[in-house]
């Protein structure tokens, strides 16, 4: 008789073969097979708006996987795996000095000689640099020492947006390397305020204390452009393809920034009129950015620029749909409170709540995402770790956090609004809030 434990594994490595499958299938049905390790372009399916099928089987393969490897492994391996991994700071490297860039212009390849002369770095730290990445498939080595971009490196040209989130991630681990400090220390350890999340503690050793929202133009116009890029880590666009945005007429994207959501949303559903809100001098960005991105989208009208500071002001009143995307996980409790409370006092008795964020899933699985429940036995949130990361970056930076569904509809509740529905997209959720009856 089989042992409960190898039943496990079976099962695991079911799940690889079944998702990895699914995944192929997708790549094929775009008619150009599937993505080599190497290649040197795009492939097609990596600018499709609705990749959530894709999305969903990935998941699941690379839960399984790691899981697989957690099992099997010996138990020392995996822990110092935990910790030794360095791939972040080669990454930072290659964004900075702009590797990808450079090798763009030379598609066979280039040799490291003229490589590090061009981004002005000693050749011997480059082609380390290069060789930590290329055994992930991030560069590749055509010959020695001559390198050349692969579908992986291109994502950190500067043209990318997805480069300007890395950016902004460069100062985390500072933060993140006094977080026991800030657990132990009297005036932080418990403390849920914005003032005190381990990046004002480790600031303060600096002798600074600006806040996280406190930026000069260039940091604001990084930050900006990093949500971009962060939408696009998580498509941000299945949103399009999995709402039934048909059956509304009226959007309000507060906390807009530059168009992340509401650009894609106004070409994708023209009977729409959204408006955007954001402070006063990110409202001027946006505008200026839809100006040069989509000028043809603000010859009808229906586009709006509001100014809002939703910890203080109620957004414009009587709305189909006030969109949050990212907003909340950036706050603490209290403030989360205000922010919905204040949306709510906009709300007709029609309106409804979006929010989109990353749910962290507990161990007892609400009845509102049976749906979404990860297959026997890989872990919960299927075995990914990405919610869990991103909850930590927010305690770093603000005190705040990712949020279990439980979570969401008692601060839905506080504000008098009851979560009516749940859509899985994959790395975030989509919550449908609206107004609680009597």
Known sequence: MTEPNELKVEALLDIINSSARKAMA??????????????????????????????????????????????????????????????????????????????????????????????????????????????????????????????????????????????????????????????????????????????AFALRKEAKNNGFWEMDDEARDIFHKAMMGYSEVQDSSAVLHHYPWDKISSVVDIGSGIGAMSIPLAKTFPHLRITNQDLPEIIELSRNAWETNSPELLLDGRIEFVPLNFLEESPVVGKDVYYLRSIIHDWPDEESMVILHNVRKAMGPNSRVLIRESAAFSSVVSSYIQDHKAPEPTLLNFGSHTTHQMDMIMWFLNNSKERTLKEFKDIGASAGLVLTQTYDLVGTMLLEFRIAQD
Not at 41 to 48: G, R, S
Not at 50 to 61: E, V
């Open 26 to 199: 997708e790549y094929k049905n775009t008619g150009h097979g599937v993505p080599g390790v190497d290649a040197g372009t795009f492939h097609p399916l990596d600018f499709a708006t609705d990749t959530l099928a894709l999305r969903k089987a990935i998941r699941l393969l690379e839960g399984a996987c790691e899981q697989l490897n957690t099992i099997l492994a010996p138990p020392q391996r995996t822990v110092n795996n935990f910790v030794h991994n360095y791939n972040w700071a080669c990454i930072d490297v290659a964004v900075q000095s702009r590797i990808a860039d450079v090798l763009d212009k030379h598609p066979d390849g280039l040799s490291l000689d003229v490589l590090a002369d061009a981004v002005n770095l000693d050749k011997t730290k480059v082609a380390r640099v290069l060789r930590v990445l290329a055994l992930r498939g991030c560069f590749k080595e055509v010959k020695r020492d001559v390198f050349a971009n692969t579908r992986l490196s291109l994502v950190l040209k500067a043209t990318n947006n997805v480069g300007f989130w890395i950016k902004l991630q460069r100062e985390f681990p500072k933060y993140a390397a006094v977080l026991y400090e800030t657990m132990v220390d009297q005036e932080f350890a418990r403390s849920d305020k914005l003032e005190r999340a381990p990046r």
